[in-house]
């Protein structure tokens, strides 16, 4: 008996083993599988009877679990919530979210318009978009990140009677990202093209605008889940806040904070770029207070084309530089 000969057997119980351990380990992930679609389908059923005993009703219709073997996928053909109680209703169309077998971890969703809301003290809203994306990276207690990406984004306004609803603004492109940050919430946001319709905003006239910010609520973490109900007691930290329109730039950062009395107190850094620019779009929006802001914005470019000053607020009293600007009322 040759060498070769003698070595076929054991190759093939090597292959054997292996198909063995890979149809195992096919077993075992598909009944993992088909036990999370379950679980998920009977959690949901649950949160709704849960919710229906308190008087809310909410729904994912046509609830389905899919994507076996390569992803877990989870679609509705509509998201709707109605809370009779608070006088509270939201509803948007299909949802589905999918994660891949290789990042369990990163689903992703996608939501389809229109998003439409009713909330007390507030009118009803029609929001809209071309397309609205959310990529999570999930992890125990609390999600590393959150992020959401729209384009064509739009609202109105969504009456109850049959008069005309009035469009409230447009954007070609928005972005958010929450991320935890130790016991903080930092958020990194941004909008594009956002045009604010005049009629939503007394026939004052805005041009179209960008803007960016970079921000982190302090002590965020501990105030998920809780209903904060006034803004005393916390504090942001502004890394960046930049709003601009063409060369018209306006850029804030520093601290601010709010007391438990509601008095406001920041330490904030103001920069303009092309101030008579700015000047110029300030006077379109605020008419009433043209003559001023010309004057000032005056005086500012003679300092240049980039110039900052400090925007303090000390216990609700806030001033530019050395020039007092009044008092802040204080806020609930």
Same mark, same amino acid.
């Given at each position: 008996m040759t060498s070769s000969d003698e070595r076929q057997p054991g190759n093939r119980r090597r292959l054997w083993w292996l198909a063995t351990f890979i149809l195992v380990l &096919? %077993?075992?992930? =598909?009944a993992g599988w088909f036990y999370l679609a379950n679980r998920v389908r009977s959690e949901a059923g649950k949160v709704a009877a849960?919710?229906?005993? =308190?008087? +809310?009703?909410a729904g994912c219709a046509n609830l389905q679990v899919g994507g076996y073997p390569l992803s877990f996928t989870l679609s509705c053909d509509s998201l709707a919530y109605e809370d009779d109680a608070k006088? +509270? /209703? %939201?509803?948007? $169309? /299909? &949802?589905? /979210?999918?994660?891949?077998i290789v990042q369990p971890l990163s689903p992703v969703a996608n939501l389809r318009g229109p998003l439409r809301t009713s909330v007390p003290g507030m009118m009803p809203l029609w929001i809209d978009w071309d397309n609205l994306q959310a990529n999570v990276k999930l992890w125990y207690p609390l999600p590393r990140r959150v992020a959401?990406? /729209?384009? $064509?984004?739009? $609202?109105?306004? *969504?009456p109850a009677d049959d008069t005309d609803p009035v469009e409230l603004f447009s954007a070609g492109k928005a972005s958010g990202q929450l991320q935890p940050n130790n016991g903080d919430l930092d958020y990194v946001g941004s &909008? #594009? *093209?956002l045009e604010i319709d005049a009629d939503a905003i007394g026939g004052r006239?805005?041009?179209a605008l960008d803007a960016s910010g970079d921000v982190t609520l302090k002590n965020g973490v501990a105030l998920i889940g809780t209903q904060v109900k006034s803004l005393r007691g916390q504090r942001i930290e502004i890394r960046n806040l930049d709003l601009s329109s063409g060369t018209a730039r306006v850029t804030v950062s520093g601290p601010l904070s709010v007391d438990a009395e509601g008095l406001v107190d920041a330490d904030l850094m103001i920069r303009i770029k092309d101030p008579k620019a700015v000047a110029s779009i300030l006077a379109g929006a605020i008419p009433e207070q043209k003559n001023a802001i010309e004057q000032g914005f005056g005086a500012l470019a003679l300092l240049g084309s980039e110039p900052s000053m400090?925007? !303090?607020? +000390? !216990? #609700? !009293? %806030?001033?530019? $530089?050395?020039i007092p600007l009044g008092k802040i009322k204080p806020v609930n």
């Open positions: &096919f %077993a075992v992930y =598909s849960t919710l229906n005993k =308190s008087g +809310i009703e006088n +509270i /209703a %939201a509803s948007a $169309g /299909a &949802f589905n /979210a999918v994660a891949q959401l990406q /729209a384009e $064509g984004l739009s $609202g109105q306004t *969504d &909008f #594009g *093209d006239v805005l041009p400090p925007l !303090k607020v +000390i !216990k #609700g !009293k %806030a001033s530019l $530089g050395f």
